[in-house]
C-alpha cells in the first residue's frame, strides 16, 4: 500500500544544515500536500512547513527563512533543507501526506542539534 520513509536525520551541531527526505510509493505522489512536521522532547507536534501539489509553501515562524521544503514529483520525494539549525530544532521529524483520500504518515527520523 502507500508507504512513507523519511531519511536525513542525524547529528548536527548548531549553526549547520540538514536536509530530509520524504519517498513515497504505492500511490501518485503528485496530488498529495506534503508536510513536515516536528515533535521535541516533552513538546506537542508541530507543524514545519508545507507544500501543496501546486508547489505552494507554507512555513510555521520558528522556521521561516531557515528551512525550505520542496518536491520532485518525477522521483515521489519531497524534502525538508534545514539550515541554520538550532538546538530547540532538535526533533523527530515527520513527513506526512494528505489528500481527500487519504492521510498518511512516514516512521520519522531524529535530528538533533548540539550546541
Known amino acids: 500500500q502507500v508507504q512513507l520513509v523519511e531519511s536525513g536525520g542525524g547529528l548536527v551541531q548548531a549553526g549547520g544544515s540538514l536536509r530530509l527526505s520524504c519517498a513515497a510509493s504505492?500511490?501518485?505522489?503528485?496530488?498529495?500536500?506534503v508536510g513536515w512536521h516536528r515533535q521535541g522532547p516533552g513538546k506537542q507536534r508541530e507543524l514545519v512547513g508545507t507544500?501543496?501539489?501546486?508547489?505552494?509553501?507554507n512555513y510555521a515562524d520558528s522556521v521561516k527563512g531557515r528551512f525550505t521544503v520542496s518536491r520532485d514529483n518525477a522521483k515521489s520525494t519531497a524534502y525538508l533543507q534545514m539550515n541554520s539549525l538550532k538546538p530547540e530544532d532538535t526533533a523527530v521529524y515527520y513527513c506526512?501526506?494528505?489528500?481527500?483520500?487519504?492521510?498518511?504518515w512516514g516512521q520519522g527520523t531524529q535530528v538533533t542539534v548540539s550546541s
Open positions: 507544500i501543496t501539489s501546486g508547489g505552494t509553501t
Open positions: 504505492g500511490t501518485i505522489f503528485s496530488i498529495y500536500t
Open positions: 506526512n501526506m494528505n489528500w481527500r483520500t487519504g492521510d498518511y
